[in-house]
């Protein structure tokens, strides 16, 4: 399934929409075109072997395309070894929505879905669950969707199956094999530890529950806190954390692996933490994460609190009115930061809301 | 009474993989009693983790090329260290099917999906 031209032909066999795109990886830029009519632009050109929003490149019209392929092609080949493309239709005022899965190789049962449309360059910043974007006829067709693709791989472990959510259709991405990163909001709303789950199913053991235990209560949401510097364009900040509180209380969750006096090497992710809030429903939780925003200071390099608080005083933000341009377009605005300019050529005609 | 939720085949688990997420796995594995080999670079010889862990092996230098990513560096820790599973966590080796299945053919369990659906 790692494979993402071979894992949407899977979705189409079993009935799950994709993006409109090739149906596999294409043979030449010749193709590519003729393929382009058919899909229409804005579209995007995407590595076979690529994945964690790497490898991606946006063409907005045909006179661009031929120069555009020729480029990702001799990147994909130098970041994955391996130049194989496909194309998909760019949707820009989508959301992203991805469903829990867990499998045991005979029966898959879904965690329910994340909404995950706050990303800035393809990397999630923000992440909540359930999506307030989706009523129970819409959350049900998404969770079923995901558990017919992978039961059709016997899937064994727990997964992720991620779509793209625009004006009521939902169309399958690709799914991810591991634990993500998002996966607290999950638990939090379910009550469910993945990571035990995982080692049950790994060990063996056959899935410990059917559908119906598995509740959705309350709403999570998840803040990734970076050793980025907003006021110098997100630049990685590493060194030595100096002082550390980390906030608690009821519903709080901290997973992290600061202390005081720890080192942050400049080798390898920017993520300091991930706070996670429940409460009883979205706009409690929104007020319970400023209260542990608050609470949270790590001093000796620079991080991303600042621009979680601003985002959760944010009008659109609160009321979940945002899509995957959202960020980048907001953090343009946005005095906190000295990011550039959107780079994205299509950033002016999306709007602030979705 | 609440059946208790305990592992059988796993009984030491390797963990490739550094940050939260590690600690996070950590922590998961010492609750259904398995022990923890984690695996490091030279960078992280202080971390979180390595305090956490039952055990330690420093397998290469910072860059992760050399260390993280190093599947022979990690599958020889795996059996000098008698594990009986892997946990990949997220990023690194986490969807890489070469390692998943050399892991498999090393007799071990690893922690994901076999090693022909996430191919």
Redesign the interface.
């Known amino acids: 399934m790692g494979d993402k031209a071979r894992a949407r032909a899977m979705a189409q066999a079993v009935g799950v929409a994709t993006v409109p795109g090739s149906a596999g990886a294409l043979a030449d830029v010749v193709q590519a075109m003729g393929m382009a009519k058919e899909i229409g632009y804005p579209l995007m050109i995407k590595a076979v072997a690529g994945g964690g929003g790497r490898g991606i490149r946006v063409v907005e019209h045909a006179e661009a395309l031929h120069a555009a392929f020729a480029a990702a092609q001799r990147e994909a080949l130098a970041a994955f070894g391996d130049g194989h493309l496909y194309l998909e239709r760019f949707m820009p005022q989508a959301r992203h929505l991805e469903v829990q899965i867990l499998g045991d190789g005979q029966r898959v049962i879904h965690c329910y879905e994340r909404e995950c449309s706050l990303q800035r360059r393809r990397q999630k910043i923000m992440e909540e669950a359930p999506s307030p974007a989706l009523d129970d006829a819409q959350r049900h067709r998404l969770c079923q969707a995901a558990v017919r693709l992978a039961q059709s791989v016997a899937y064994r472990g727990a997964g992720t199956v991620e779509f793209l959510f625009d004006q009521d259709e939902f169309h399958f991405i690709e799914m991810n094999t591991r634990i993500q990163v998002e996966h607290p909001v999950t638990e939090m709303v379910t009550g469910l530890d993945l990571v035990r789950e995982m080692l049950l199913i790994a060990d063996g053991q056959p899935l410990r529950w059917q559908q119906q235990d598995i509740r959705l209560r309350g709403a999570a949401i998840e803040c990734r806190i970076n050793a980025e510097d907003p006021q110098r364009n997100f630049l990685p900040t590493p060194g030595s954390i100096e002082q550390l509180q980390l906030p608690g209380g009821p519903g709080v969750r901290v997973d992290s692996m600061l202390y005081p006096g720890c080192v942050i090497p400049p080798y390898y992710d920017s993520m300091l933490a991930k706070l996670t809030v429940w409460d009883e429903d979205r706009k409690r939780a929104l007020s319970r994460m400023r209260r542990a925003l608050d609470e949270l200071h790590i001093s000796g390099v620079a991080h991303t609190k600042s621009l979680h608080q601003a985002l959760l005083a944010d009008t659109d933000v609160c009321a979940a009115r945002y899509h995957t341009r959202f960020l980048e377009h907001w953090l343009a605005h946005w005095p906190g930061s000295t990011a550039d300019t959107v780079a994205d050529p299509l950033a002016r005609d999306t709007g602030r809301t979705a | 009474m609440t059946q208790p ?1 305990a ?4 009984r030491r ?1 390797l963990v490739a993989n ?8 950590i ?3 010492r ?2 009693g ?1 022990q923890t080999v984690l695996v490091h ?1 030279s ?2 010889r ?4 390595c305090q956490m862990a039952d055990r330690t092996v420093e397998i290469g230098p ?3 090329a050399k260390s993280y990513l190093d599947i022979p560096a990690i599958l020889a820790t795996a059996r000098n260290q008698e594990v009986d ?1 892997v ?5 690194f080796l ?2 890489n ?1 070469d390692f998943a299945r050399q892991v498999e053919a090393a007799g071990l ?6 090693a022909d ?3």
């Open positions: 939720i592992l059988q085949r796993i688990l550094r940050g939260e997420i590690a600690v996070r796995i922590r998961a594995a609750e259904m398995a670079s960078a992280d202080n971390s979180l983790a910072p860059p992760a599973a946990h990949p966590g997220y990023g986490a969807e099917a369990i690893f922690v994901g999906p076999t659906t996430s191919r």
